[in-house]
């Protein structure tokens, strides 16, 4: 099956300062890689995804990029504020066709320092 | 629309006890997905529906474990009996077979303590 590593386990930047969580997977064949953010006490939720055709994908001050070849894909967090303190959880599937259950790392803690 | 409800939101139980972990998918979504959250082993994938049928339930950690799905806007899992180390985080997510989207939209989660 999938497996799917990510680092650092805990990342800690000043606000304003840039913050970049990076994810390797193992099965060549995934294709669907989505980033969800969970607060503390809350549900993970989507913040951004990214399909096996394209490279890079950006909204607003999130970006991630992608790289097949290597099997690894980055989140990337510009200009952070207090609120983007939270755990940031990278995934992997083959979602092309049917619904199949994400792979999850096991999640980055990222803290914004005033 | 009011999202995945999953209840109850907080459990404390003793060991030997049988659990119950309800959830309801939103609705018009057809895949259902049981997740289990802890520190040490992150979120892991239990088991997953489609269409009410269950297609893969290889993440489920031993036979205590059981999920039914006996209708589209209902589904339980079941710990019986249950044991200190199945203390945790139990998410429902649901999302839309086929949407292209992808999308994984969790419940508030279950919050499962064995004594």
């Known amino acids: 099956g999938e497996n799917v590593e990510q680092h650092p386990s805990t990342l800690s930047v000043q606000e304003g300062d840039s913050a970049v969580i990076k994810c390797t997977y193992s099965?060549?064949?995934?294709?669907?890689f989505p980033w969800y953010k969970q607060e503390l006490g809350k549900r993970p939720q989507l913040i951004i995804d990214i399909r096996s055709n394209v490279g890079e994908k950006k909204d607003q001050r999130i970006a991630v990029t992608l790289n097949k070849t290597a099997k690894h894909f980055s989140l990337h967090i510009t200009e952070t504020q207090p609120e983007d303190s939270a755990v940031y959880f990278c995934a992997a599937s083959m979602r092309g066709g049917g619904a199949d259950g994400l792979t999850f790392g096991k999640g980055t803690h990222l803290i914004i320092q005033p | 629309d009011a999202g995945v409800i999953q209840s109850p939101r907080h459990e404390v139980t003793e060991m030997g006890q049988e659990v119950t972990l309800r959830c309801k998918p939103i609705s018009g979504h057809n895949s259902l997905f049981w997740y289990r959250q802890t520190m040490m082993r992150g979120l892991e994938l239990l088991i997953y529906?489609?269409?009410?049928?269950?297609?893969?339930d290889s993440g489920m950690p031993e036979d205590r474990f059981s999920a039914k799905m006996p209708n589209a806007s209902f589904s339980t899992l079941k710990i019986q009996p249950s044991e200190p180390r199945d203390s945790a985080v139990y998410f429902c997510?649901?999302?839309?077979?086929?949407?292209?989207?992808?999308?994984?939209?969790f419940g508030e989660g279950s919050r499962l303590t064995v004594l």
């Open positions: 529906f489609n269409n009410n049928v269950p297609i893969d």
């Open positions: 099965d060549s064949a995934s294709n669907y």
């Open positions: 997510a649901s999302t839309p077979q086929g949407s292209g989207t992808g999308e994984l939209f």
